[in-house]
C-alpha cells in the first residue's frame, strides 16, 4: 500500500458510494465530494458531474435556480450536504447553535427532500458536530449515507438511525463511539474501511487533481501540493 | 403596481450608481460567482449608506461582509453568507452573533421563487420539499399548505451587478448567469457596472442576443473596467483568491478590517484593480 492523503482516503470512499448514480450535483464549497465525483467518473463516464459554484464553463445556462429546477424534476440523483451540527434523526444545521452563526441554510431545505440519494458529508468527527439533537432544523431528509473523517455510517429509514459500517485507518470503533453525540447501531458486516488502492491514487493524482484545480484552487494546492 | 420604464441612463461612473441607491433600500445582490458590482459596493461605503436591506440571490459572500462591516446594512435575506474556500464571513458572522443586524434566513430556491413570482406578478408561489425545515416556522410571510410552501413575491427596490458588456442601446450582456435576468426582471430600478462598452444593439446579434438583458429594464448603466474586483468575470479575468484571503483573515477583527477599509476602499484610487 502506498502513502495516500486523508482527503484521497475521503474521496475514494465517496466514490464507493455512487455506483449507478446517473447525475450528481455540487454545491458550495465540497471539493473532498467533487474529488469523490470525479473519481467515479473516471470509472463510468457516463457519469454526470455538475459543479453548481463553478467559475468558468458553468453547466447551468439558466443561473443558479436550474439546479433547482433540475432536482425537482428528479434529474439530479446525487447531491451532498454538511453542517455544523448533524443529528441522529439525520437533520442537518446550517444556521446557528451556541449563540454561533454559520453562513445559512443554501438549498439544503429543498435538496435534502427532494433529490433521492443525498450523502451527508463533513469531515469534522466530534462531539459538536454529531449531536444527539440539532440546534436548528436547516433540513430533514433519508440520507444515502454519512461519511466523517472517521466512519462511514449507512441509514436506516425504517428505524430512523444511523448504522456504523465501517472506521477509517486510524480511528477505531472505541475512537467513534467516544467522538459520537447520537446512538447508532453497529453493522453486522462491520470493519476497516478499505485503503485506496495503488491505481485510485494514481488516478487521483493524475486524472482528478487538474480537474479539481480548476474550481477549488486552494484545496488542490495544499492536497496535491499544487 | 407600476414601474418606471427604462430608458437606460449612463451614469458617469460607479459613484453615481452608489448615489443613486438610497439608504433603507431593498438591494438585491449576487453571489460572488456571479458578476458582482464590487466597485458600486466600495462606493457605497465611501457615500456611508445607511439601513441598507440586502436581498442575496440566493446566496452572499464577499460585498455583504464588507457592506455589513462598514455599517451600511440594517437587515440581510439570504440563503448563506459565505466566503466560499477562504471560509466564513466574518463581519456578518459577528453582526448577527451580537444581534447588530436582522437576518431572515432563506433557502436557494426559495428566493429564486419568490423572484420569479414578482416576475409573473402573483403574490405566491408553490414549492415543494422544504416545509421540514426550521426557516419556515421563522418565516410569517410563507404560508405552509399540506406539503407545499407558498413562498412570497419579494420585489427589490433596486438589483445591482457587473455585466461584461453594456452597448449604445442600454442592453447589458451577463452571458450565463441568468438570475440576473430574473433578478432585473424582479426589480423596481436596476443599476449595473459594465467592462466594456459595445458599439450597436446587440439584440441585432443573433449569438450575443441571449445573454443580453434588455435596455427596457436596465435603469442606469456605469463604466467600471474590473469592476468585479476582488471576484471574477467568467472568461476575462479570475476571482484574486490571494486577495480574499487576505481580507478573509484581515476581517476576523473590527480593526483589521478597519484597516482593510482604509487601504482598500476609503483611500481614493489606491489601485483597487492590480493586473
Given amino acids: ?226 | 403596481m407600476s414601474l418606471p420604464s427604462n430608458k437606460t441612463e449612463f451614469l458617469e461612473n460607479p459613484e453615481r450608481i452608489a448615489e443613486s441607491i438610497p439608504d433603507g433600500a431593498l438591494l438585491a445582490l449576487p453571489p460572488d460567482y456571479s458578476l458582482v458590482a464590487m466597485e458600486v459596493v466600495r462606493a457605497l461605503i465611501r457615500r456611508k449608506a445607511k439601513n441598507l436591506r440586502l436581498l442575496g440571490v440566493p446566496i452572499l459572500g464577499l460585498s455583504a461582509d464588507l457592506l455589513i462591516g462598514a455599517g451600511c446594512v440594517a437587515e440581510v435575506e439570504t440563503s448563506a453568507v459565505s466566503l466560499g474556500e477562504a471560509g466564513l464571513a466574518p463581519r456578518f458572522t459577528e453582526a448577527v452573533e451580537k444581534n447588530l443586524i436582522k437576518i431572515k434566513d432563506a433557502t436557494c430556491p426559495a428566493i429564486h421563487s419568490a423572484l420569479q413570482a414578482t416576475e409573473k406578478g402573483v403574490p405566491y408561489i408553490p414549492l415543494r420539499g422544504i416545509s421540514g425545515s426550521d426557516l419556515v416556522k421563522n418565516r410569517n410571510d410563507w404560508k405552509v399548505q399540506d406539503d407545499l410552501v407558498l413562498v412570497a413575491a419579494i420585489q427589490p427596490d433596486i438589483a445591482l451587478f457587473h455585466a461584461r458588456w453594456a452597448d449604445e442601446a442600454g442592453n447589458v450582456w451577463v452571458g450565463r448567469r441568468r438570475e440576473l435576468a430574473t433578478v432585473a426582471h424582479a426589480s423596481r430600478l436596476t443599476f449595473v457596472t459594465f467592462e466594456e462598452k459595445k458599439p450597436g444593439d446587440m439584440l441585432e446579434d443573433e449569438l450575443l442576443a441571449p445573454g443580453v438583458i434588455s435596455s427596457l429594464y436596465v435603469s442606469g448603466v456605469a463604466h467600471a473596467p474590473r469592476g468585479a474586483w476582488p471576484l471574477g468575470v467568467a472568461g476575462v479575468y479570475g476571482v484574486d483568491d490571494t486577495h480574499v484571503t487576505q481580507y478573509a483573515k484581515a476581517a476576523k477583527t473590527a480593526e483589521g478590517f478597519r484597516r482593510y477599509l482604509e487601504e482598500w476602499v476609503l483611500t481614493p484610487r489606491k489601485s483597487f484593480s492590480p493586473a
Avoid at chain 1, 463510468?44 to 447551468?60: G, I, M
Fill in chain 1, 1 to 226: 500500500m502506498g502513502s495516500y492523503a486523508k482527503e484521497e482516503l475521503l474521496a475514494c470512499v465517496i466514490a464507493r458510494l455512487l455506483g449507478g448514480a446517473r447525475h450528481a450535483a455540487i454545491g458550495a464549497s465540497s471539493p473532498i465530494p467533487a474529488t469523490g465525483a470525479f473519481l467515479h467518473r473516471q470509472a463510468d463516464p457516463a457519469f454526470c458531474v455538475s459543479l453548481q459554484q463553478r467559475r468558468e464553463t458553468n453547466p447551468f445556462t439558466e443561473g443558479s435556480r436550474e439546479l433547482f429546477d433540475l432536482a425537482g424534476q428528479g434529474r439530479i440523483d446525487v447531491f451532498f450536504l454538511g453542517g455544523a451540527q448533524i443529528d441522529g434523526a439525520a437533520n442537518i444545521n446550517l444556521v446557528q447553535a451556541d449563540g454561533k452563526r454559520f453562513p445559512g441554510s443554501f438549498g439544503s431545505a429543498y435538496m435534502y427532500p427532494v433529490v433521492p440519494r443525498v450523502i451527508l458529508f463533513r469531515e469534522e468527527h466530534s462531539l459538536r458536530v454529531l449531536v444527539k439533537k440539532v440546534d436548528f432544523v436547516s433540513a430533514r431528509g433519508n440520507p444515502a449515507a454519512l461519511v466523517t473523517g472517521k466512519a462511514l455510517f449507512s441509514w436506516q429509514r425504517d428505524r430512523r438511525c444511523f448504522r456504523l459500517e465501517s472506521v477509517h485507518p486510524g480511528s477505531s470503533a472505541e475512537d467513534v463511539r467516544t467522538n459520537t453525540g447520537f446512538d447508532y447501531d453497529l453493522s453486522s458486516s462491520f470493519g476497516a474501511t478499505p485503503e485506496p488502492t495503488r491505481e485510485e491514487v494514481r488516478i487521483l493524482r493524475e486524472k482528478v487533481s487538474p480537474q479539481i484545480k480548476r474550481d477549488y484552487p486552494e484545496f488542490a494546492a495544499r492536497v496535491w501540493k499544487g
